[in-house]
């Protein structure tokens, strides 16, 4: 397959939508497990460490498969004829009204009068995540720190686009080699040129290391450009077949590793060639027709719902743990049962923004209402230049 087939010849990735659900359920039963923020609800401490124990590296799993599933998807959905503004339309549209919702509820919940403006605004804003102090970056909704990068991920994508789609196919593997590369000398100079600063709660790190190594938006730069290298792979056929359940298992071997290496090497490093991996197979499958699981009724439906359930996951957490338990812990059976009414929650309040939020506001607002293009929009873009040529 060529890299510069027509869009209207690709075919769609259904798969990669039910996967998203997956990597959000990770994040979910991640904060579910927290001890120190009281988000574990067993009392028995054999119970409450093993459960944080399991998913300990599970948050840092599902962000790093989103990053990277985002370079890969808008690559492989690029629009040939698109508008820089056009695009940057469709992807705020995409991620604030559903954050807007999010954050409104989290200030009417969690005392948001009490909440100063330096760090509320910039939460709103989705720019929190670009301070090193955690008050402000883990403020309010805190799923929502991912976003920060996000954001700068659609901000520069159509001036990336261009220069990735010119990358030689033989040059491509030693392009994404290079993200990888990035990625290590991130943590590298976490590791070893961090400044001094206090302990980052529930980290074996600092608060400055954590929050340049894992949450400051520029460095998780890498992950989105490898997605976008990937996509490039797939589309010229020089990716390997690699079957799904195969890139599975390495996703669980990647996992283990995460949980014995170093807290910081551990954080996206060890996982991330997994994911790649996942990502692709599951392309090809898609690419291939391969019935998958992942495209059923029930996986679609949840994939598209997982935006939502981000968000809404850590709210419903906060709410049921601190508002109506009080911080109080229960029995194993039910603090499962618990657990399982707080992941229906979340589902359901997920379900409720897509079809109260998401699609209205798409619906409403993601294409432009006139009809003639502005001549500021119709100058050449990279996505027009690429496929000029």
């Given at each position: 397959?060529?890299?510069?087939?027509?869009?209207?010849?690709?075919?769609?990735?259904?798969?990669?939508t039910?996967?998203?659900?997956?990597?959000?359920?990770?994040?979910?039963?991640?904060h579910?497990?927290?001890?120190?923020?009281?988000?574990?609800?067993?009392?028995?401490?054999?119970?409450?460490?093993?459960?944080?124990?399991?998913?300990s590296?599970?948050?840092?799993?599902?962000?790093?498969?989103?990053?990277v599933?985002?370079?890969?998807?808008?690559?492989w959905?690029?629009?040939?004829?698109?508008?820089?503004?056009g695009?940057?339309?469709?992807?705020?549209?995409?991620?604030?009204?559903?954050?807007?919702?999010?954050?409104?509820?989290?200030?009417?919940?969690?005392?948001?009068?009490?909440?100063?403006?330096?760090?509320?605004?910039?939460?709103?804003?989705?720019?929190?995540?670009?301070?090193?102090?955690?008050?402000?970056?883990?403020?309010?909704?805190?799923?929502?720190?991912?976003?920060?990068?996000?954001?700068?991920?659609?901000?520069?994508?159509?001036?990336?686009?261009?220069?990735?789609?010119?990358?030689?196919?033989?040059?491509?593997?030693?392009?994404?080699?290079?993200?990888?590369?990035?990625?290590?000398?991130?943590?590298?100079?976490?590791?070893?040129?961090?400044?001094?600063?206090?302990?980052?709660?529930?980290?074996?790190?600092?608060?400055?290391?954590?929050?340049?190594?894992?949450?400051?938006?520029?460095?998780?730069?890498?992950?989105?450009?490898?997605?976008?290298i990937?996509?490039?792979?797939?589309?010229?056929?020089?990716?390997?077949?690699?079957?799904?359940?195969?890139?599975?298992?390495?996703?669980?071997?990647?996992?283990?590793?995460?949980?014995?290496?170093?807290?910081?090497?551990?954080?996206?490093?060890?996982?991330?060639?997994?994911?790649?991996?996942?990502?692709?197979?599951?392309?090809h499958?898609?690419?291939?027709?391969?019935?998958?699981?992942?495209?059923?009724?029930?996986?679609q439906?949840?994939?598209?719902?997982?935006?939502?359930?981000?968000?809404?996951?850590?709210?419903?957490?906060?709410?049921?743990?601190?508002?109506?338990?009080?911080?109080?812990?229960?029995?194993?059976?039910?603090?499962?049962?618990?657990?399982?009414?707080?992941?229906?929650?979340?589902?359901?309040?997920?379900?409720?923004?897509?079809?109260?939020?998401?699609?209205?506001?798409?619906?409403?607002?993601?294409?432009?209402?006139?009809?003639?293009?502005?001549?500021?929009?119709?100058?050449?873009?990279?996505?027009?230049?690429?496929?000029?040529?």
């Amino acid at each position: 397959m060529s890299s510069s087939l027509a869009l209207s010849t690709r075919p769609k990735l259904p798969s990669l939508t039910g996967l998203r659900f997956i990597a959000a359920a990770l994040v979910f039963f991640f904060h579910a497990s927290l001890i120190f923020i009281s988000m574990n609800p067993f009392a028995d401490p054999d119970t409450a460490d093993g459960f944080r124990w399991l998913f300990s590296k599970a948050g840092w799993m599902g962000v790093s498969f989103f990053f990277v599933l985002s370079g890969f998807v808008l690559t492989w959905s690029a629009r040939p004829g698109d508008t820089v503004t056009g695009f940057w339309r469709r992807r705020m549209v995409k991620i604030f009204p559903n954050h807007a919702a999010t954050w409104a509820l989290a200030m009417i919940l969690f005392a948001g009068s009490a909440i100063p403006l330096k760090v509320w605004l910039p939460n709103l804003f989705l720019i929190h995540s670009w301070f090193p102090d955690p008050a402000v970056h883990l403020s309010l909704n805190a799923p929502a720190w991912s976003l920060c990068s996000e954001l700068l991920f659609y901000l520069l994508f159509p001036f990336l686009l261009r220069p990735v789609l010119r990358i030689k196919e033989r040059a491509l593997w030693l392009w994404a080699a290079a993200m990888l590369a990035g990625m290590l000398a991130v943590q590298l100079v976490t590791d070893f040129l961090a400044p001094s600063s206090p302990p980052a709660p529930g980290t074996d790190v600092t608060v400055w290391q954590f929050w340049f190594g894992y949450n400051f938006p520029p460095v998780r730069m890498f992950e989105f450009v490898l997605g976008m290298i990937l996509a490039r792979l797939v589309l010229a056929g020089a990716f390997p077949r690699v079957g799904i359940v195969p890139a599975a298992v390495l996703c669980v071997v990647g996992y283990a590793a995460a949980m014995v290496v170093p807290f910081l090497y551990g954080l996206n490093l060890m996982t991330v060639v997994p994911i790649a991996l996942l990502i692709c197979a599951v392309a090809h499958a898609d690419v291939e027709g391969a019935p998958t699981v992942l495209r059923g009724r029930t996986m679609q439906w949840l994939g598209e719902v997982s935006f939502g359930f981000y968000l809404a996951q850590q709210i419903v957490l906060s709410f049921v743990r601190t508002t109506l338990m009080d911080n109080r812990t229960v029995a194993t059976p039910a603090g499962v049962a618990l657990v399982a009414a707080e992941f229906a929650g979340a589902l359901a309040l997920g379900w409720l923004l897509l079809v109260c939020v998401e699609r209205p506001a798409m619906r409403r607002w993601a294409r432009p209402r006139r009809k003639t293009a502005d001549p500021a929009e119709s100058s050449p873009t990279p996505q027009q230049l690429t496929a000029a040529s």
